[in-house]
């Protein structure tokens, strides 16, 4: 994504938060080419994979979402570079809708970020006043586990167990975005404020410890150079990976009897 992450305090470029973007930015090409193979082209082994490894996907999401938190804490560009963002999101919408719009991306993880750039971008002035601690960071992934289920319609670890959300708070169309899809509402791709805003913000209070250069030695030496540059790459990556995809299940298309 298009936020910084080279520590300013002459630390140089952290290169482990490249290497771990860059390997959710790999799960999430996987991920979308099982789908891809396997829910448009009818491939069952496309299936099989995708459904494999469908939980692990809020894991390297969120791992993708808490960089993209950390990052943001790293720059002063955050007003601008959301507003660039949420235009290519919006970008993303149209296109997807014109072309796929049986997979219509209206409010998926490019919009969700540069919402939270956006926000952070007026918020950041005030998170300047207060030091690092380690209990908002707990606080924030507790809050987000306790939220997770809000666009399933409760609060808490399951519908069994969780807390039941009032049927209202799902009937608009426009709070779909902070995690009430009403009926009608579709995003192939959906990354609600609620409960995703959370791991965002865990990320910007540990930005605090990036931007003090109090990481790790081994944080700023690169290790794995593909998955740094897959991370320094991601949004031209997530632009782009989807239409590559698409046209390699065309050409593998012949193949699918014998691939099932």
């Not at 999101?89 to 490019?110: H, K, M, Q, S, Y």
């Not at 399951?158 to 995003?187: D, E, V």
Request: glycine share 12%; net charge positive; proline share 8%.
């Amino acid at each position: 994504m298009p936020e910084s992450i080279t520590a300013p305090n002459g630390r140089g470029r952290i290169h482990l938060m490249d290497e771990l973007r860059g390997f959710a930015v790999f799960c999430m090409v996987f991920y979308h080419g099982f789908y891809t193979f396997g829910y448009l082209f009818g491939n069952n082994i496309g299936v099989y994979f995708f459904n494999f490894f469908m939980p692990a996907e809020p894991f390297f999401a969120g791992m993708f979402l808490f960089i993209s938190g950390i990052a943001s804490y790293l720059t002063h560009s955050n007003l601008r570079r959301g507003t660039k963002l949420l235009a290519v999101a919006l970008g993303v919408t149209l296109v997807t809708r014109i072309f796929v719009p049986e997979d219509v991306i209206t409010f998926g993880v490019l919009h969700f970020l540069a919402v939270c750039m956006i926000l952070f971008g007026f918020l950041k002035p005030y998170a300047d006043r207060f030091r690092f601690s380690w209990i908002a960071v707990i606080a924030c992934f507790a809050l987000y586990f306790l939220t997770r289920g809000v666009p399933r319609g409760f609060l808490g670890c399951g519908p069994g167990f969780g807390i039941p959300l009032p049927g209202g708070l799902y009937t608009f169309a426009w709070l779909a975005p902070l995690g009430f899809p009403g009926p009608g509402f579709k995003s192939s791709d959906y990354f609600p404020v609620l409960p995703w805003i959370f791991v965002f913000a865990a990320g910007t209070f540990v930005g605090k410890l990036a931007k003090a250069g109090r990481f790790p030695e081994i944080a700023y030496r690169p290790q794995v150079p593909i998955l740094s540059w897959f991370g320094r790459h991601a949004l031209v990556l997530y632009l782009f990976h989807q239409p590559v995809i698409y046209g390699l299940c065309l050409l593998l298309k012949p193949l699918a009897p014998y691939l099932s």
